[in-house]
Structure formats: structure tokens, C-alpha cells
């Protein structure tokens, strides 16, 4: 059984390029617009791995992981940041909301599977 990862991110083209990068690498995708979205998606799903934007609207991606770590059976999860965003403050507040790991866009198909197989075993 593949494992399956969530994105979230509120640009289509941006989901889309995820998706097929993953869909392509073998693993099922759940796609969510937003963050209060993933969350709602969440919840009711068996996701191996959270795949989020950090600049979203309703609920951004700081927002996201500190909620979805405070699920019990997604405190563990991977979790990445894919986001524009470079700053050091900026990956530090990830980290301590609890993001495994970022990846600053745009990505590279091979990068985020790199990081992938690397976080999700």
C-alpha cells in the first residue's frame, strides 16, 4: 500500500506540480486549498506525511502544524514547509510549531522527492 501525503497550499499550480511530482513517485495525494481545509481533511484521513504552504488564507501554515500536532495520531507526522519564504525567523517559528523540515519554492521535482524519501520511511 503506497503511503499518502497531504498538500496544502492555496495556489493551484503549485498543488498541481506537487500532485504529479508525488502521483509520478508512486505515493497517493490528498490536496487541500488551505489550511483550515487540510485540517478538516485531516482529521478523517490516514496521512502519512503533511506537505504545507506557509502564507495561506483562514489558517496559514504555522497555524496548520500546530494543530495538526496537536492531533494525537499526527504528533509524529513529517512535515514540510514549501513555501517562498527564506528568512531564518521564519524557519525557526516552523521548527517550533514543529515542521520537520523546509523547502524554499520554486522546488525542483527532484529535490522534494529527495526529502521525501528521506523523512518518510
Given at each position: ?5 497531504m ?9 498541481q506540480?506537487v500532485?504529479?511530482?508525488?502521483k509520478d ?5 490528498v ?6 481545509d487540510?485540517?478538516?481533511k485531516?482529521?478523517?484521513?490516514s496521512?502519512?506525511m503533511?506537505?504545507?504552504d506557509?502564507n ?7 497555524e ?34 514543529g ?5 524554499v ?10 526529502v521525501?524519501k528521506?523523512?518518510?520511511?
Open positions: 500500500m503506497s503511503k499518502v501525503i498538500t496544502a497550499d492555496d495556489s493551484a499550480s503549485v498543488r506540480m500532485s504529479f511530482t508525488l513517485a508512486g505515493y497517493e495525494v490536496e487541500a486549498t488551505d489550511g483550515q487540510a485540517l478538516d485531516i482529521s478523517n484521513s496521512v502519512n503533511l506537505i504545507t506557509l495561506m488564507p483562514r489558517m496559514d501554515g504555522i496548520l502544524i500546530r494543530a495538526v500536532r496537536a492531533i494525537p495520531k499526527f504528533k509524529f507526522i513529517p512535515i514540510i514547509m514549501l513555501t517562498t519564504e527564506s528568512q531564518a525567523e521564519k524557519k525557526q517559528e516552523g521548527k517550533a510549531a515542521a520537520t523540515g523546509w523547502i519554492k520554486p522546488f525542483k521535482p527532484d529535490q522534494l522527492l529527495g521525501v528521506k523523512v518518510l520511511r
